[in-house]
């Protein structure tokens, strides 16, 4: 089955500055790679996500980039707020199934 | 819309009980997925239905838990007998088709303890 790797696994980062979160996956027939950003005690919520045929995508803050030959992606936030503290989590999908990474805490520091 | 509703949001019961959890998934949604959610195994999928129909129960780790999802508007997730390490947060989601593009909305879980 799907593996996914994600890394760190926590990242602290001053408000203002950029974080970068980084994830593998193993089977190549992955097409789907969604982000989600779960506060705490609450539900996953999607944030951006992408498609195997597309390298890139931004939506304002948030940027992911798609690497299908390696088989990494990574989420990218620039100008950090408190607000964006939380766990977030990447995935890789083939039709339906949702291959979860562990997740990556992200704090920023006022 | 209200978005997918589970319930309870918080159990506690004694090892050996039987244990039903409930989703509600969002209307006009055809595919419903159970998770769980553990420090130590993060997000894993148990099941997936899709109109009603389970497509893949792989994810189920054992014959305590069972998942029924009589219609398009309801499914209970079932642990019999309950352990203490099935102690997790569980969530369910639903989203329109199953092909991998859609969105899965989580609901806001139960969180189950399991003394």
């Known amino acids: 089955g799907e593996n996914v790797e994600q890394h760190p696994s926590t990242l602290s980062v001053q408000e203002g500055d950029s974080a970068v979160i980084k994830c593998t996956y193993s089977?190549?027939?992955?097409?789907?790679f969604p982000w989600y950003k779960q506060e705490l005690g609450k539900r996953p919520q999607l944030i951006i996500d992408?498609?195997?045929?597309?390298g890139e995508k931004k939506d304002q803050r948030i940027a992911v980039t798609l690497n299908k030959t390696a088989k990494h992606f990574s989420l990218h936030i620039t100008e950090t707020q408190p607000e964006d503290s939380a766990v977030y989590f990447c995935?890789?999908?083939?039709?339906?199934?949702?291959?979860f990474g562990a997740g990556t805490t992200v704090t920023v520091r006022a | 819309d209200a978005g997918v509703i589970q319930s309870p949001r918080h159990e506690v019961t004694e090892m050996g009980q039987e244990v039903t959890l409930r989703c509600k998934p969002i209307s006009g949604h055809n595919s419903l997925f159970w998770y769980r959610q553990t420090m130590m195994r993060g997000l894993e999928l148990l099941i997936y239905f899709n109109n009603n129909v389970p497509i893949d129960d792989s994810g189920m780790p054992e014959d305590r838990f069972s998942a029924k999802m009589p219609n398009a508007s309801f499914s209970t997730l079932k642990i019999q007998p309950s352990e203490p390490r099935d102690s997790a947060v569980y969530f369910c989601?639903?989203?329109?088709?199953?092909?991998?593009?859609?969105?899965?909305?989580f609901g806001p879980g139960t969180r189950l303890t399991v003394l």
């Open positions: 992408i498609r195997s045929n597309v």
């Open positions: 989601a639903s989203s329109l088709g199953g092909t991998g593009y859609n969105e899965q909305f």
């Open positions: 089977d190549s027939a992955s097409n789907y």
């Open positions: 995935a890789a999908s083939q039709a339906y199934k949702l291959s």
